[in-house]
Structures are given as structure tokens and as C-alpha cells.
DNA sequence: AAGTGGTCTAGACCACTTG
DNA sequence: AAGTGGTCTAGACCACTTG
């Protein structure tokens, strides 16, 4: 099997929406009738339908039905931005100065991460994200080689990690953490930091359809980068 | 049945994290072991480890096991959370402390931010959010009187600001950033910070229909607690 | 009474990891 | 070879909403 069932199912229920087929707040077909559609027990359907409900693209009532939830309720707080472009659309001079690039052992928390094995190759790189020649932010990411195995051969000051990635293997998914941080010293180091002054520090993981791409620690100076976000409510 | 069998695994599962005895980036038991455990079948013990991996409690690794994922609290950067009922889902025991409650002249950044006129009066809250007894996050607020009349009137031991303010007008709209800072001298008093440990600080304006509601700034000591956000790419 | 979603069972086959 | 998580089936009983 190449696509799970409960996949096919929900990319269905997308293109519904997205061609407008179903408008916003008009019924979808229950579980049953997707479960006679196409050919499914009812627990495939009903995990389309409730992953879709999480990802805020339906609403269910018991005993109501299944609706197609409000568009606008689903613009994210964050976006993933590339940040050379970031920079550019607010005028500055985007540099990038990479650090370390190489392949090294995964250790546990990083094979896990990547979804790999244990002491298995994984690449590394460090590199410095600079607006005005001023560090921005240092990105250390770990990436799966079997996803992007060319991704120690990249210019990256010609090319952000993040648009090689996007390219080498299409991301359909990404979770993140943000949390406040006391830089460690090689962040300090990095990011040129005399003082322990506070970090934002932004963990990503990104999944292509065949699984985990890359794991990503960005870590910008909390003077100098703050993430925004907006959100419209449904009615 | 009053707790649903899944429930109630997720709970057992959140106690032992939280009493130490299962540590951070230990191994749980396997879905296998759950079954036999709680006399369930594996679909009920597999859908209680699935939603706490959602919920980033957990990771798992196919082939390899369940693993407890890192501590810090979570919340969700794409939907707005009340604070209470995040710690009451993760188990925690919730409790809160007004600490000023009170009419003031609206100083040019709030009455801009309000969209009010420069010293017309404004209500204005401080109060701090815990967690089993410890400070979690320290919420000021602004408020617009027009829209939120009886806000002082209420008990906020029994009900959280968002919560009132979203049944008194409902929201639209929202937008924040995120940012790390150091916290000053009033907010290190407000979450008993004997050291000027990095905080993460959330800033929050939310709409009705009628306009600005509420202006509010949330800070959150960098070590208890952290955003998440989860993103789909769709095609 | 009929349909809806919410919970649950007791199986099955699979891909992946480890010994 | 044995254990793990990932997907799936074909049923079941329930609470809730509507006609």
C-alpha cells in the first residue's frame, strides 16, 4: 500500500473543499456513507474525519453530522518563513555564513527525532543567518540522509536549508516548540553574544510524505527577532 | 461509562511522567503491554498513546518503542488556549491570583493599542496563573470598557479573563508576537523569579466585531513553559 | 425510530528494528 | 525470530439530535 486509505480519504474531503464543492459550514457525508464510498470500515473514515476536525478543516456534532469548518479559522500563528526572505521583504541585506557541515553519528534523542536508527549517519550544519552583517539567528539542523542525500554538496550561502529542503523533498508537515532560552556558549559563540542575553529558541521538525526531512534549532537573540501571528475566528 | 477507557490510560500515563518515575526520553510500555495492563483492546491502548504524541508528550519510533518526550508545558501556537484548562489537561492542579484589578488613564501605547482616546479611562488586570502551586504565567491586561463593562465586577479566581471576555464579546479576531525578554522587576515579583531567568512573553490583541477588546501580555518563565504549533501543508 | 458521531473489541497483515 | 508501531476490518453498544 502506497497511500493509506484514511489519507486518500482526506485528501478527498480537501479538493472537495478547496474546489468549493463544499462550501464553508454545508454537511459532509458521515461516516457511513464514506464508509460505502470507498469501501472502508468505519474506523478508516471516521480517522479522516477526525484528523481533519484536529487540523480545524471540519467541525463534528454527535448526532448532527460532520461540516466543513470556516477557512479563515485556519491561518496559522506560524508561518514558516524562509528567513532570507524575511529580511529581504523588510529591506535588509541577507548574509549567511555556515558553520559546520558533516556527517556525524545520530545519538538517541537526534535518531528519534529523525526517525532513524541509532548511531546511523545523519548530516549536520550549523550556520548563521546575518541581516546588515548583524547575526539574526544560527540554525543547527540535523537532516535525514535518505530524504536529501546531496545536502552536505550545497552552497548554502547561496541557498537557505530550508529552500534546499523544500525543493529536495516537498514538506507536508512541520511541528514546532517555542520557548525562551539562556543561550548555551556556542550559541554565544554563533551569535557573537557577550552578554547571556534571553533567546528565542524554535524547534522544528519537518515530515515529507515518506517521513521526517530535517530537526532544526533556531536560535535568534530576543532583542533582535520575534515571531507574530494572526488568527480570525469562525461566524 | 463515565471516563472513557482511552482517557483514563492517558491519564495513568501522565502520572507516572509527571511523578518522575517515568523520566524524560524513558520508554513506556509498548501498546502490547498497555492491552494486557488495562484488559483493553490494542486499538483503545494505541489511541491513548497516539493523542498524547499529539499533545507532545510522547514520541514514538516505529520499531523502537514509545518514549516520554521533554517536560515543559505545551500549548498550541495556532489556537487560543485558556490557560486553565491547558494545566487542567495536562493534570495539573490550576489556581489563580488576582493581583490588581482596577480603572486607569489609558497612556498613549495602550489607548493606541485599545483604540481608545489617550487618557480615557481603561480597565486594567494583573494576575498570576499556577499550577500546582507554582507561578506559571503572569497575564496584564488592558481592557476596552466599552466593550467589557462589568469586567471588574468579575471573580477571577472562578473564571479567566479570555474566558469571560470571550462570552462577553465575542472574539473575531487575535494577533500576537512572541518574544523572549528578561523580566523586569515587576513581573519577577509577580512569578517569585529570584533570578532573571529568560521568560517568554506573548503579546495579544483580540477583536469582536466591535473592535479591540483587549490588549494583553502573558509571560511565562522560559523553563515551564514553552509553545507548540503543528502545521499540515496542503496542495 | 432512524441517523449521527463517540467509544470499543478482537482480531489481521504490514514495515521496521533489535537480538 | 520476536517485538514494535502503522494500518485496517467488521462488527458492537452508546449518547445525542432530528423527524
Not at 532560552?181 to 510524505?209: A, F, G, K
Amino acid at each position: 500500500m502506497i497511500t493509506p486509505k484514511f489519507a486518500q480519504i482526506k485528501r478527498f474531503i480537501i479538493d472537495k473543499i478547496k474546489s468549493g464543492e463544499w462550501p464553508e459550514h454545508s454537511r459532509i457525508p458521515s461516516e457511513n456513507e464514506l464508509t460505502v464510498q470507498f469501501s472502508v470500515s468505519r474506523m478508516t473514515a471516521r480517522r479522516a474525519l477526525t484528523e481533519l476536525t484536529e487540523e480545524g478543516i471540519l467541525t463534528r456534532s454527535q448526532g448532527l453530522g460532520t461540516f466543513v469548518a470556516s477557512f479563515k479559522s485556519q491561518s496559522s500563528l506560524l508561518e514558516i518563513r524562509n528567513i532570507a526572505d524575511e529580511v529581504k521583504d523588510r529591506g535588509g541585506q541577507y548574509t549567511c555564513n555556515p558553520i559546520v557541515l558533516e556527517s556525524m553519528q545520530a545519538i538517541a534523542p537526534i535518531a528519534i527525532a529523525l526517525g532513524v536508527e541509532v548511531d546511523s549517519l545523519v548530516y549536520r550544519s550549523v550556520l548563521v543567518h546575518f541581516e546588515n552583517d548583524k547575526p539574526l539567528q544560527a540554525e543547527e539542523r540535523f537532516v535525514n540522509p535518505n530524504l536529501a542525500p546531496e545536502y552536505l554538496q550545497q552552497n548554502f550561502e547561496q541557498i537557505t536549508p530550508h529552500e534546499y529542503l523544500s525543493q529536495a523533498a516537498p514538506l507536508t508537515e512541520a511541528r514546532h516548540t517555542v520557548e525562551a532560552i539562556t543561550p548555551s556558549d556556542d550559541v554565544c559563540e554563533w551569535l557573537t553574544l557577550y552578554n547571556l542575553e534571553p533567546c528565542l529558541q524554535v524547534i522544528r521538525r519537518t515530515w515529507s510524505s515518506k517521513g521526517v526531512v530535517s530537526f532544526a534549532r533556531l536560535i535568534s537573540p530576543g532583542s533582535k527577532y520575534r515571531l507574530g501571528g494572526h488568527l480570525t475566528f469562525k461566524k
